[in-house]
């Protein structure tokens, strides 16, 4: 019977806090798995074995052995390639990734039709930003008719100390383009144009950014070396707050206007609590099948969102809504 959880990457960071809680939904029945088999038993170890330590490398795995029995993946590290995605959705198991990658999801997006023909979801999307700022931009698209703009701002504090692959993903974003305008054909939201604005709890730091944007500099950003240098000072550094936020505006040419936002403190275990309530909503619904970011998965877009509110009571979320100015 199909009943596990595999977890890959399930005792790092974000892994272990997901790994936790389910072991709390589903002892004996959630697998943590990953390269090294001693970490995945030191976890095992401390939540008195409720989840089951299991070696996989996912670089070189051939054998689907793991997979006969599992219901659910669950994805906690970056991949090279889509060939495990590919196995998953061969096997007939659900998947669920929290990779921010944007050069990966395009790939696993045209992994769709395979998806479907196997009975499959593939979710994506599952995190801060891509997440819950496509949640947010949905919510606020549905409350006003013939939405033309969305605004997404997010401000990140660098008091938080995250794994290399997570800073890799501000530096790489940093000197990307948010500009989604193509006819008013988006791929997810049905809007004209969709921007994107980042910002830091510092405003030094953000003042530099900026001007490095303007400049064209923050190209810098993109290597590797450069990359290595920030991540050090990063880590170093006792400055700025865990404190994040995002926001949504939704607009129309009738100037009425509709925003929400969510607050919080600690940007990696706010993601894990985002995959963990996905988890639960796949499990325990029924939708159709295919490659789906989370605002396309999601119906009832508040409701999910105060549900994160269980696993953190700092988690604050906001609506307001303005109707021709007034």
């Not at 299991?54 to 052995?65: E, G, K, M, V």
């Not at 500009?179 to 809007?191: A, E, H, L, P, R």
């Not at 894990?272 to 490659?291: D, H, K, M, P, R």
């Amino acid at each position: 019977m199909k009943d596990n959880i595999l977890i890959v990457g399930g005792y790092g960071k974000v892994g272990s806090i997901i790994s936790r809680h389910l072991a709390e939904l589903y002892p004996k029945k959630t697998i943590v798995a990953g390269r090294s088999f001693e970490k995945a038993k030191i976890l095992s170890e401390t939540l008195d074995h409720n989840v089951i330590p299991y070696h996989l490398d996912i670089d070189t795995q051939t054998d689907n052995a793991v997979l006969e029995n599992t219901k659910l993946v669950v994805m906690c590290i970056d991949q090279k390639d889509t060939k495990f995605v590919e196995l998953c959705i061969e096997t007939g198991v659900h998947y669920i990734d929290i990779t921010a990658n944007q050069h990966f999801i395009d790939k696993v997006e045209l992994l769709d039709e395979k998806a479907k023909s196997n009975n499959v979801i593939v979710a994506l999307s599952i995190g801060l930003a891509p997440g819950i700022t496509n949640l947010l931009a949905q919510h606020c698209a549905n409350q006003i008719s013939e939405t033309t703009v969305i605004d997404i701002f997010i401000l990140l504090g660098i008091g938080e100390k995250h794994g290399d692959a997570a800073y890799r993903w501000t530096f790489d974003n940093i000197h990307s383009s948010y500009n989604i305008n193509d006819s008013g054909k988006t791929k997810t939201i049905n809007t004209k144009q969709v921007l994107t604005r980042m910002a830091f709890d510092s405003t030094i730091l953000t003042s530099l950014v900026a001007l490095l944007r303007k400049s064209g500099l923050t190209k810098i950003f993109n290597y590797k070396i450069f990359q290595n240098i920030c991540i050090y000072l990063f880590k170093k550094m006792k400055i700025g707050s865990d404190e994040f936020a995002v926001k949504a505006v939704a607009g129309n040419t009738a100037n009425e206007i509709y925003e929400c936002s969510l607050e919080g403190k600690g940007e990696g275990k706010t993601t894990a609590y985002i995959a963990i309530e996905t988890v639960l909503y796949v499990i325990q619904n029924n939708f159709s099948n295919g490659v789906r970011h989370i605002h396309q998965i999601i119906e009832n877009i508040p409701e999910f969102l105060e549900n994160l509110k269980r696993y953190d009571s700092t988690i604050e979320v906001k609506y307001k809504n303005i109707r021709n100015n007034e």
